[in-house]
């Protein structure tokens, strides 16, 4: 399709710093775009309260004293985890990018820092992030395949609806912190530079 390629660009029109990012950031993708995509991270986290809510009757029986998404859980926590790591990633890549919106051609060992900090971000988002979201919410939907499969997960020594008091984390918490970050990241990768 036309519309789904890169625009052509003149090696003469980019800058030191556009030509030293694309030799050596590890996540070759527009600052935009990695702040959409933590967007979608975020969002999908904000996915956990809706998924414990929405747990079958046998389950919430066998596993719950009260409401699911309520109760503090060890999947929720990972959740909230990951959704903390995103929010850093926004923040790291959002910074990156407003510095950049001031001194588009910044001086090479500002551009080395630059890159480094565009690299830590999109890692700690896209693999800190990704495990703690994915993992958490795939533990807390695991009860919509029904009691056997939650008790098949037991048997392999993993406990999807573990109690975790220590940490208050609840999937409706979870699902709120989701929904802010998501939100968030998707207005900045609004304001910043072009895609």
Known sequence: MPGDTEPFVEPTE???????????VI????????????????????LGGPIAATLPAPVRAAYFAGDPATTRLGAAAAVLVGTVAVAAAVAGLTGVALYLGRRPDPPESSAWTLIAAEDGASAFGFVTGSLGVVSGDALLASGHWGTGAVQGLNGFGIQPYLPYEAFPATPRLASLAGLVVGLGAIASSLYVGSP
């Open 14 to 24: 980019l800058t030191r710093y556009d030509l030293l990012r694309s030799k050596h």
């Open 27 to 46: 996540v070759p993708l527009s600052l935009r775009r990695k702040l959409q995509l933590c967007g979608l991270l975020a969002l999908l986290a904000a």
